[in-house]
């Protein structure tokens, strides 16, 4: 500010300019990659499905902007916060983020958050992808939060203050539309309420270890605009799809309930020298969607021009980190192993037997990953990963060994 003369005009109102927009920050990043895959046209969530044809390709996947705005008061307690995002690619432009958040001033531990942002549920999905070590979030989290956010409201209690005995909780309490932003509308009057319950991370001991945990539920569902609800039931002592097709069903709410836990734990190495960090959750429930997927339905399901039947399943899936620095903090190696089981009541040749009726929906996945990372600087890093996918086999035609679909990416990341 020495640079500016605020005895002329321009100078007072270049001084009455900053004063007005010192509170807006920008920021992104961009990641171009590699890939390269074991097979030609496999399906991945490694960053989408290869093309028929292609076993390689350069690719943007993410082109992130973002801008904050935030307002003080005169104890330097948050007052309100704007922030809009949107990722731009080779496959189009879309909005990420677009939210409010207005805190209460009086004990400053209340916040309400109300547009379109990340739902409160797990650590993976609420981890930025700037800042993960990963290329990609678990197959788990990306079929059933696919995009992560949703459009909702959400109260928040985090005390703010230094000093306040509850510093180290923090709980998300939200409602949401449910189908998250694979959808431009809500299609059924049924919101889902999701709710994540912290311990942000504590000093162990005089070592600097670091531990946090959270519990998370997802409570919520769709409307079934069908009769024909598929669920598991035993049938001469086998486990099988039933249909209830009663006229009843139409109307009622078919459940997508969600139990999750995460824990992180770090060790310092010592000065420079990097840590050693843990990472793990699990998630199970019920999840609602059809035969030839498990993924949470952005509309109504429709199968020939009518409405499709549901399937309701039970599942459980889990993720596990290992990542350990190289003597520095700048070299990173990460291994990270996890699974999602669509269907926990049939496993292995019991998929694709006739008279079950499951498809490739309920197929188990397993997937190890091992990585490296380097950061030239806090702006630029490189990461070299390795994804082993590994489905358990079955009975299905084309899923009875395990398919050839392993991903090796090459990715930098530039940020400011």
Known sequence: MDMIDTTTSVGKGMFSLYQKYDAVRFSGYIQPQFQYATGKGISSYAGGNFPAQVDNRFTLRRGRFRLDYARYDEEHMPVVQFAFQFDGTERGVFIRDFFGRVFENKWDVFSITAGMFARPISYEVNLSSGDRETPERGRMSQILMRTERDIGAMVTFEPRRKNHPLRFFKIDAGLFNGQGLTATSDFDS????????????????????????????????MEQFTPYIYRMDVSNGKEVFRVDSSRSN???????????????????????????????????????????????????????????????????????????????????????????????????????????????????????????????????????????????????????????????????????
């Open 190 to 221: 049924h919101k889902d309420i999701i709710t994540r319950w912290a311990i942000k991370p504590i000093k162990l001991n005089d070592r600097n270890w670091r531990l946090s945990a959270a519990v998370s539920m997802l409570y919520g569902g």
């Open 250 to 416: 139409v109307g009622k709410i078919a459940p997508r309930h969600y139990y999750g836990a995460d824990v992180q734990f770090r060790i310092p190495n010592g000065k420079d020298k990097g840590a050693t960090e843990i990472r793990l959750e699990y998630l199970e429930g019920t999840q609602t969607a059809t035969a030839s997927t498990t993924e949470t339905p952005g509309t109504i399901p429709v199968s020939g021009g009518v409405n499709a039947p549901l399937y309701i399943r039970r599942f459980d899936g889990a993720y596990l980190y290992f990542m350990q620095n190289l003597g520095n903090p700048r070299d990173l190696v990460v291994l990270k192993y996890d699974w999602y089981d669509p269907n926990k009541k049939l496993k292995g040749k019991e998929i694709g037997e006739d008279d079950r009726g499951a498809t490739g929906a309920d197929i188990r996945y397993n997937t190890f990953g091992v990585g490296y990372v380097h950061y030239f600087n806090p702006n630029t890093k490189v990461m070299l990963y390795y994804d082993m996918v590994k489905n358990e086999s079955t009975s299905l035609e084309g899923y009875t060994s395990d398919i050839d679909d392993n991903v090796f990416t090459c990715r930098l990341q530039f940020r400011f």
